[in-house]
Every structure is written in structure tokens, then in C-alpha cells.
């Protein structure tokens, strides 16, 4: 049976636990989109981690965890999260890159910078966009060129002597040399040239012996690069939609699609967010759900819980069921808001707009509904939720148009209620 752990709003919704929590009971872990400018917080026998590139599978020994052809790596943060998770474990993680997988070089990084994508769309100075750009433009190093040394260094000779040509003039990248670039990426890699191969095929194979695959999303369906918030989206395609072509299987059936948002909702970085509050209550839920950046450590931009963009995310993830996680940051509030609505050049909208004008234009029209002041750390049982957190999930899970299948009520795996429903 596959699943897929899916982000529905503009990341950080925690699907690094939810992904976790699931991993231990699948056979392969597939991380599908998406570099290391995302963030995944683990919380493993006690000892958090802030994971980037390696899918949650790495934590159980017989667990095969997937970089596929989506995915975009940097193989230093790769090596130095392996071998720190490998310290922690006492084994070596099963890995299996894909050979189509692009990788992040140090050009990358300073393109981004030369060019002011950080400062114009708040990036992670990661060098995504430069990379999924040498992608789409046929001039991209791929992990299977690591293979063939004498491939490797004529693809990157052809590539520095078209950049020096092309980009502005930087002596960072003057200084930068193909032969350097493949020395340094082969020392890199080293530990896994034995781990790239085909994973679509792998995949394949998995799905058609009914094996219990898990599919890893990174960032959340708002980011995505067609449907969200463009242009202050990532590279990738982050939703549903866009999984069978970054992971290379067609005609793919997943029956079980989880969709993962937090309670309330936040963003890092540039872009609209109708319901941010920028007042005394949006530092508590900062502080209280401890809302900084796993990748950049950047302080998230907190608001209320909005229902018409998760309708929109819906869309395109067709989640089976809902996965809430921080419900727990809610407790002590006498009122909570939930958009239901927006407003728009006079006129009330349930639309969530693709022009980030419009979008930033929107004011949101409001429901409230009653808070509680239980403290829920300590709740296993659904029923043992106040009834008010049971309206209230009762009602996004109406909102959505999708059942609760998980409530997260803290950062380890055992502070998360089961609610019974199968969500196949």
C-alpha cells in the first residue's frame, strides 16, 4: 500500500514527525521534491534532529529511504546528515539515490546571491532556483555523471566556460574550475556511488509487489511552483499532482494521502498571508509553538487557521485525511479564528487568487469559535480532547472536506492521538 505525506500550506506544518511516525511500519521512504531548503524536525529515542535531504526511513534499519529524480542534492549536507544520523544509530542508513537526481553546486549558491533572489523572494540562499533552472535548461550535473569521472569533468568544463560567459562578473565564480568541481564533488560522493541506481524502477517494483511504500513531501502545497503563491513559491512541484513526475512512475495509485497542517497557520520568507497577525497574539503562538526555521533558524510569521487556502491545497492533494499538528499551542485561548472567507474589491470570495496582487489585497472574513485553557500534553485518547478542540477540528475538518486522521500534540511521536479513522 502507498501513502503520501503531504504539506497543505506554506510549509513547516510537521511532517517530519508525521512522516516518522509512519516510516517505522513502510518497507521504502521516497522524498520526491524539494532540497535542502527544506526542513524536516525528527525527534528519534530523544534526540531531535533537523533533517534537509534524508527521508524519514533512515531511522529503521530495514527501511529503504529514496532520493528520486525530484529531488535536488547537495551531497556535503547529505554526507554530514548521514553520517551524523549514522552516529546515532549505529548503522549506516539504507539509501538509494536516484541517477537523475540534480545536483547542487557552489555556482548555484552564488547565482542566487548575484542575481538578489534572496532578497527579492526570501530564499534559503540554498541555490534551488539556480539549480531547477539548469534542469529545465539541459545544462544540469545529475548524480548518475558522478559514475563516469571523464563525463563528470567534460560536463563541468562545458558548464563553467558557458557560465563565465554568461554570468555577471564575479571572481567567485572566475576562481571556480570544472576539474576542481569534480575532485571536490567526487570526494563528496564518495560514500554513495554505491547507493545511485534507478530508483524510478525500484519504486516501480515496490508498488507493483504491494509493498508499503511511503512518499516524503517537502514544503507545503501554497509553495508549490504552479499553484501557489507565485512568484513566492519554490522550484518544485510540492503537491500531489506533481509526485508521480518527481519520483519518474506513472499511472501512480496512492490510496491513503495524508495532509498535514498546523492548527493555526504561519510562513517564512516574502509573500501574502491574509490572516497574519502582527500583534501581541501572534508572538504568543511564535513563542509558545517555538515557530522558528529548521533550514535558516528565520522567525516564522504567525496567524489564524485559514480555510480557504487549505480548500485550495485540497485541491490539488486530495487528502483521504488530515493530519493536525500543534493543537496543543491553541490551549489557553478564550476565542479562536478561522477564515472562512475573504474579501476582496468589495465583494466576499471563497477563491483562494494565484496573483500574489490580488492575493495581498484579500482581508479576511472571520468565524470564531471557543478556545479552551486545558492543557492537552497529556491526552492519548480523542475523547479526552476538550469538546471546544473537538469543534474545532470538527469544523476544519468540515472546512477541508477531508476526516482527522492524526492530532499532534507535541514534537515526539508518542504526543499524537490515532483517531481511528482509516483514511485508505
Not at 563553467?160 to 575532485?183: F, H, N, Q, W, Y
Not at 512512475?249 to 517564512?268: E, F, Q, S
Amino acid at each position: 500500500m502507498a501513502t503520501a505525506v503531504l504539506g497543505m500550506q506554506w510549509g513547516d506544518e510537521g511532517k517530519g514527525k508525521v512522516t516518522h511516525l509512519l516510516a517505522k511500519d513502510a518497507t521504502m521512504v521516497v522524498r520526491f521534491n524539494g532540497g535542502p531548503n527544506a526542513g524536516h524536525t525528527v525527534i528519534d529515542r530523544g534526540v531531535r534532529f533537523g533533517t534537509h535531504l534524508v527521508p524519514a526511513g533512515v531511522f529503521y534499519p530495514d527501511v529503504l529511504s529514496v532520493l528520486a529524480s525530484g529531488v535536488v542534492i547537495d551531497l556535503s549536507v547529505l554526507r554530514q546528515e548521514v553520517e551524523e544520523i549514522s552516529r546515532h544509530l549505529g548503522w549506516r542508513p539504507r539509501l538509494l539515490i536516484s541517477e537523475a537526481a540534480h545536483l547542487i553546486l557552489p555556482y548555484h549558491r552564488l547565482l542566487e546571491d548575484l542575481e538578489g533572489m534572496a532578497g527579492t523572494f526570501g530564499t534559503t540562499r540554498r541555490g534551488i532556483a539556480p539549480v531547477y533552472r539548469d534542469r529545465a535548461a539541459k545544462v544540469g550535473i545529475r548524480s548518475g555523471d558522478l559514475l563516469s569521472p571523464p563525463r563528470l569533468r567534460r560536463r563541468l568544463d562545458e558548464r563553467m566556460d558557458l557560465l563565465k560567459r554568461l554570468a555577471p562578473r564575479s571572481p567567485e565564480i572566475d576562481a571556480l574550475s570544472g576539474g576542481g568541481l569534480a575532485e571536490e564533488l567526487l570526494r563528496s560522493a564518495e560514500p554513495f556511488l554505491n547507493s545511485i541506481g534507478d530508483a524510478a524502477g525500484a519504486i516501480g517494483e515496490a508498488l507493483a509487489r504491494d509493498e508499503a511504500v511511503l512518499f516524503e513531501g517537502a514544503q507545503g502545497a501554497l509553495l508549490d511552483l504552479d499553484f501557489g503563491t507565485y512568484p513566492f513559491v519554490t522550484s518544485s512541484s510540492t503537491t500531489f499532482a506533481g509526485l508521480a513526475n518527481g519520483i519518474g512512475v506513472p499511472l501512480l495509485r496512492v490510496d491513503c494521502r495524508i495532509g498535514v497542517i498546523k492548527a493555526y497557520t504561519t510562513r517564512v520568507g516574502e509573500g501574502a498571508f491574509p490572516t497574519e497577525l502582527v500583534d501581541e497574539v501572534g508572538e504568543t503562538l511564535r513563542r509558545e509553538g517555538a515557530e522558528f526555521g529548521t533550514t535558516t533558524g528565520r522567525p516564522r510569521r504567525c496567524g489564524w487557521l485559514d480555510l480557504v487556502a487549505l480548500r485550495h491545497a485540497a485541491a490539488f492533494d486530495a487528502p483521504t485525511g488530515l493530519a493536525v499538528t500543534k493543537l496543543d499551542v491553541l490551549s489557553g485561548s478564550e476565542e479562536i479564528k478561522l477564515c472562512r472567507a475573504y474579501r476582496l474589491g468589495g465583494r466576499e470570495t471563497t477563491r483562494f487568487p494565484l496573483a500574489a496582487e490580488d492575493l495581498a489585497e484579500c482581508q479576511p472574513v472571520y468565524e470564531m469559535v471557543p478556545g479552551w485553557r486545558e492543557d492537552l500534553s497529556g491526552m492519548r485518547e480523542y475523547d479526552e480532547l476538550p469538546k471546544e478542540a473537538r469543534s474545532y477540528l470538527a469544523r476544519i475538518a468540515e472546512g477541508v472536506g477531508a476526516p482527522i486522521a492524526y492530532v499532534s500534540l507535541g514534537p515526539s511521536a508518542e504526543e499524537t492521538i490515532a483517531t481511528g479513522f482509516d483514511s485508505e
